[in-house]
């Protein structure tokens, strides 16, 4: 399997994702710049978390405009996974790839530190690997991961088991929970907590690692003869 892992100007967790993807999963994977991007050859995208564009105009908003999301909107009708962890999921928020918006902490101050989660849909190709209701720790690190969406989005969300992630402890003030949801067809996931950076107990917990492993097998079922 061969993941692209976008980076913008000013992102800072690709490293992170790369590390994921390539060291911890064991699969293939490319740095790509998003202006020289070309995903057409790739089995899975990942937008990882940072400040794209310094976070100015709105966090995500500057990215979402630029032209890699014309073949990221192609690969998603095409089924392709799409990742998008914080900055990366702002991103998915403001392309429209992915309904809601993002609105600053409750407290109004970035958070930075384990929070548990729990695992509302485990049918998802993110997340064949988790137990139902599984609870799993990942740290979060951000200062706009407050998820909001209207009433009637809300309710589409609930109705089409869009809600993969919910906090346990909700600490920044998201909607019914929610830290993280999957498009209508089930192959785009934004999320504001980091499974990327628990992929091995040296990390200090290692539950973001069955997101990949679950990226991966359903990969396998899905194009390898014989898996």
Avoid at 1 to 19: E, L, Q, T, W
Avoid at 115 to 139: D, R
């Amino acid at each position: 399997m061969k993941f692209a892992v976008i980076v913008f100007p000013g992102s800072n967790c690709d490293r992170d994702m790369y590390h994921a993807s390539k060291d911890a999963l064991g699969e293939e994977a490319d740095l790509v710049w998003y202006a020289d991007a070309n995903l057409a050859s790739y089995d899975a995208i990942l937008l990882p978390g940072g400040f794209s564009y310094g976070d100015y105009l709105r966090t995500g908003a500057i990215a979402s405009t630029s032209t890699i999301v014309s073949q990221l909107k192609i690969q998603a009708d095409k089924g392709v996974p799409i990742l998008g962890v914080c900055n990366g999921f702002q991103i998915l928020l403001e392309s429209g790839l992915l309904p809601g918006a993002m609105l600053k902490n409750k407290n109004l101050k970035f958070m930075c530190r384990f929070e548990q989660l729990m695992v509302e849909n485990n049918h998802t190709i993110f997340t064949t690997a988790y137990g139902e209701k599984e609870v799993i720790s990942l740290p979060i690190a951000h200062g706009e991961g407050n998820y909001y969406c209207d009433p009637t989005a809300l309710a589409s969300l609930k109705a089409n088991n869009q809600i993969v992630f919910s906090y346990v402890n909700n600490p920044n003030g998201s909607v019914a929970d929610i830290a993280g949801i999957v498009n209508e067809r089930g192959n785009v996931l934004g999320m504001m907590p980091h499974p990327e950076r628990a992929v091995e107990a040296l990390l200090g917990c290692d539950d973001g690692l069955k997101l990949f492993k679950s990226m991966l097998e359903n990969w396998r079922e899905a194009y390898v003869a014989g898996a």
